[in-house]
């Protein structure tokens, strides 16, 4: 019977996308030098165990501190732990640079108006969004049902 990992897959079945792969691999070499198919596959699963070995030391320094999640200090303690210590800087610059790049999509993103809302402008938007689900369940009633208000100092 083969190990299984958390998703139900045998590890033997984890693996990277061979394209983005094959692309990283051809753009950290000069434009002239080719990588044969085995030697590809090989950092594949190069990068793959690389990949397990800091995961596998990631949990282990959350279950030390008796964590549930593995947090991003939890792999910049592992990777310390497994003797990569010098890449620590160079991963933190490009998890701070993902989180910036995250901020960023999630104010364009589809719930973002492009502008903040006030507290008693977000309520008011609740309050209308609240109504059109109630018409919607009601049938398309056209009067939904008046909810008491709960807070009056938010009257504009």
Not at 30 to 37: G, I, L, M, N, Q
Request: charged share 30%; proline share 6%.
């Amino acid at each position: 019977m083969e190990p299984m990992d958390i998703v139900g897959k045998s590890k033997e079945d984890a693996s990277l996308p061979k394209a983005t792969m094959t692309k990283i691999i051809k753009e950290m070499l000069p434009p002239d030098v080719r990588v044969a198919r085995d030697a590809q596959d090989l950092l594949i699963e190069c990068c793959v165990e690389f990949i397990n070995l800091v995961s596998s030391e990631s949990n282990e320094v959350c279950s030390r501190e008796e964590k549930r999640t593995i947090a991003p200090e939890h792999v910049l303690k592992a990777l310390e732990v497994l003797g990569f210590g010098e890449y620590i800087e160079e991963v933190y610059a490009a998890y701070e640079q993902h989180k910036l790049e995250t901020m960023d999509s999630l104010k364009g993103g589809k719930w973002s108006n492009g502008a903040e809302m006030t507290e008693e402008e977000a309520a008011a938007e609740q309050q209308r969004m609240f109504a059109e689900a109630r018409a919607r369940m009601n049938g398309g009633a056209t009067a939904p049902p008046k909810q008491p208000d709960l807070n009056p100092s938010l009257e504009s």
